[in-house]
């Protein structure tokens, strides 16, 4: 099973009178983030289901990727809201569906959850090694049996400047 | 600084009379890494300097990269072949060349050594948990004071495909 960590667009600043999971991508976030998805397109990549973060960048972010034709299906999962655990999304979201092996799951969110997602399937712990960009994504082959966590295997970590 | 490690493409079988460090790039394999130079050149990457393992393959994958005008400057490096140990490259090679803060290096070598160097340099330690594919590559990042080992980071890992 392979998973795709992607991190969502350029978004607005940080201001008071905007709660921080009503933030929206910016004109150029939106754009890049097309780029981002067309190019992910075009190099052949469809993934069985976009699991996103309810907060609106990354629903937006997904929403891109669902209308570049990367997957039919797509979901919230509270479980990819800042903080979230992935103890959490692998033991209640992922192992009860029982995917296929050759399953591709798009995790689009927020950092630096990603990215120590990312380290604790490849090494089991947070090392703060992997720099992953807005719009950047990380791609992790699962193990066919046995934990994920320690197990796993990186084979694509990419900004979207080499995306675009 | 900056350091990409680049796989060697794709070489010939190993066969009885030929000697391992003798073997050609195939013409698939020369094909595909001119391609991923051109991508890598287009996508406005260069190189201060190119570092090849002595073997043939390793130094037809820098010869490809020095002709599609990745950089200007190349040389042959014991240290990245088979086997070599990134301490003595970077205490021998690396140290001793005092390079300015923003010089970016590719080094072109061999498996499995390449992402064991890149997981010394971002983990301290070789955890096996990267993949790295023929005329593929590994940015990272080392850190501006004190030792690289376990202080750098990877910003990019590409397998070849994904640069076609």
Redesign the interface.
Same mark, same amino acid.
């Given at each position: 099973m392979e998973i795709y960590l992607i991190r969502h667009g350029i978004a607005e600043e940080r201001q008071p009178e905007i709660k921080d999971e009503e933030r929206s991508l910016t004109k150029e976030g939106r754009q890049k983030t097309e780029k981002v998805a067309q190019r992910i397109k075009k %190099?052949g990549l469809e993934f069985n289901i976009i699991v996103t973060s309810p907060l609106v960048r990354a629903r937006q972010t997904a929403e891109i990727l669902v209308a570049a034709e990367l997957s039919n299906a797509w979901e919230e999962s509270t479980h990819l809201a800042p903080n979230g655990n992935i103890d959490s999304w692998l033991n209640y979201w992922l192992t009860p569906k029982n995917y296929p092996q050759n399953t591709q799951i798009a995790l689009v969110g927020h950092e630096p959850d990603l990215s120590s997602w990312a380290e604790i399937l %490849?090494?089991g712990e947070v &090392?703060? =090694?992997?720099?992953l &960009?807005k719009a950047g994504m990380i791609g992790i082959?699962l193990p066919e049996i046995g934990s994920p966590l320690g197990n =796993?295997?990186?084979?694509?970590?990419?900004?979207p400047?080499?995306l675009l």
């Open positions: %190099l %490849l090494l &090392k703060h =090694s992997l720099v &960009k082959k =796993s295997q990186m084979f694509w970590l990419t900004p400047k080499y």
